[in-house]
Each structure stands twice: as C-alpha cells, then as structure tokens.
C-alpha cells in the first residue's frame, strides 16, 4: 500500500520561499498524477497545484507564477516549491495521488505552513 508523507513546512515570514516534499513509500509513484491541496479550518480543501505522470502541470490562479510543483521519478518525491509567500497561504497542505487528475485516492497526513507579516 502507497503512504505519502509531507514534509518542509513551517513558519516563515511574508516573502520567503520554502520547498515542500511528498515522498511516497510502497510503490512506484511514476505512473500516478499528483498533486498539493491546502486547507484552512473552516474552508474547503482547495487544489494548489498538480503534474501528471508525463509532467503536465497545473496551478491555482492563486499561486501562478509563484509556486512550482515539479516530481522526480527516481526519488518518488514530488516538491512544491513556494517563492514570495503571502499570509493567506497559510494552511496545512496536503499531498496526494492518483490515476489521474481529479481522481486522488491517497493522501498525506498535511504539512502546516504559517507565514507571518
């Protein structure tokens, strides 16, 4: 069985950057979709960013041009790099994985990012 444990988050201050890691243990991850969600208490979990298996990314409108989801086969570990941080990307973020996009059927147990003024 697959497991996706998140890891690099913290707190850092408006501006900075930090590099998320999702390393999958079990199988071969080469061949799924992945994928960052983030969550606020009280919102819904919202897509952040996503690659497939052939490395076709996709980005929330919120996060273009600031964050990079990339993966590296080899290491079963997909990133998510976040540059310019802003307080409202403050959230636990989760991993997870796929057939495809759109049909994640594992998750991580989330990562918490704060970023502060």
């Known amino acids: 069985q697959v497991q996706l444990v998140e890891s690099g988050g913290g707190l850092v201050q408006a501006g900075d950057s930090l590099r998320l890691s999702c390393a999958a243990s079990?199988?071969?991850?080469?061949?799924?979709?992945m994928g960052w969600f983030r969550q606020v208490p009280g919102k819904q979990r919202e897509l952040v960013a996503a690659?497939?298996?052939?490395?076709?990314?996709t980005y929330a409108d919120s996060v273009k041009g600031r964050f990079t989801i990339s993966r590296d086969n080899a290491k079963n570990t997909v990133y998510l790099q976040m540059n310019s941080l802003k307080q409202e990307d403050s959230a636990v973020y989760y991993c997870?994985?796929?057939?495809?996009?759109?049909?994640?059927?594992?998750w991580g147990q989330g990562t918490q990012v704060t970023v502060s003024f």
């Open positions: 997870t994985a796929g057939p495809a996009l759109k049909l994640y059927n594992i």
């Open positions: 079990g199988r071969t991850l080469s061949t799924t979709a």
């Open positions: 690659i497939t298996s052939d490395g076709r990314t």
